[in-house]
């Protein structure tokens, strides 16, 4: 994936699946690479139209969810980028839970029954469905992993004010119920997802990509009932199949271990599984576009001389 220098370019950052260049200091524009990552590590061969399905698929929903609350995006110039506002982060994860999967039945299954200060109750199994969804906020970490902090905490530190955190809450709540819409119309249950806030001024804005398969865990609604009835596994819809099979063979990004071969039957099956995500959870046929290095970069260009303005 190529590095372009933007016209008022002020900084780039270069992340695991995504490209941030900052324009004037005050617009971001997000380029959503074919990388992939698992475990903290890129996976060493990219998946074609991967950025095309999350950056798609997040503006989406971005728009779909613009009557809750401002959210970042301007403008989508290309199918794989995203420019917006620049915003200060908070620097916490909202992360939100419908099912008790994942990080929280880890925790809930070690016989803890409090994550992030809120209380589980007992005589749940997995991907039982929460009485309410809960808030199971995380940190932003510069290095290293994202740790568990409950609500006190994060006021408490100064992360957000009391006042701030109320709003996050207030947005985390309303958006993943109408994401919990969005996917039954799919006749999917969006199980868990994260969102990430950020300030101007005195707005808070909602920020990055939501609701797409690398943030957020869906289960096929159709047979969950029974699936949980006999004890079976649910019928997953997120990148847990890329997981699995690093599992599978010995990897899970420790010391020591190496990322098994990537061959292009597997990349090919990846990029499908993908391109079915898209599918599935917008209900609409995928079109994949490519476009070369230089007409990305003139669309995008073209996009932030009309912002400029």
């Not at 728009?63 to 916490?92: E, H, M, Q, R, Y």
């Not at 707005?203 to 004890?231: N, W």
Request: hydrophobic share 40%; glycine share 6%.
């Amino acid at each position: 994936m190529a590095t372009f220098q933007f016209p008022g370019q002020t900084n780039f950052y270069s992340g695991k699946v995504r490209d941030v260049y900052t324009i004037a200091d005050d617009w971001l524009v997000m380029i959503a690479s074919n990388r992939i990552s698992a475990f903290d590590v890129i996976l060493p061969k990219a998946i074609p139209f991967k950025g095309q399905v999350l950056n798609q698929i997040a503006a989406y929903m971005l728009k779909a969810t613009s009557d809750i609350c401002p959210n970042w995006l301007v403008s989508t110039p290309t199918p794989d980028s995203a420019i917006g506002k620049k915003c200060i982060p908070f620097k916490v994860e909202m992360v939100i839970r419908g099912n008790l999967t994942g990080h929280a039945w880890r925790t809930y299954s070690s016989g803890k029954r409090i994550l992030c200060g809120v209380t589980m109750a007992d005589g749940m199994k997995e991907n039982d469905i929460f009485s309410a969804p809960i808030i199971t906020p995380s940190t932003k970490a510069t290095v290293g992993h994202d740790e568990d902090i409950s609500r006190e905490n994060i006021i408490k530190t100064g992360i957000a004010s009391e006042a701030d955190y109320a709003v996050l809450e207030k947005y985390t709540h309303a958006l993943f119920e109408r994401g919990k819409q969005l996917a039954a119309k799919q006749g999917l249950i969006l199980v868990d997802t994260k969102y990430e806030f950020g300030k101007i001024g005195d707005v808070i804005y909602l920020m990055d990509e939501i609701h797409t398969p690398d943030s957020s865990r869906y289960f096929y609604a159709d047979g969950y009932e029974e699936r949980q009835a006999k004890g079976e596994r649910q019928k997953q819809l997120s990148k847990e199949f890329v997981r699995e099979w690093l599992i599978e063979h010995n990897f899970m990004g420790k010391e020591g271990q190496v990322v098994p071969e990537m061959t292009d039957e597997w990349i090919t099956t990846i990029s499908n599984r993908y391109i079915e995500l898209y599918e599935k959870v917008i209900g609409e046929k995928f079109v994949p576009e490519p476009l070369s290095n230089e007409a990305t970069f003139d669309r995008i260009n073209k996009a932030l001389q009309q912002i400029l303005l």
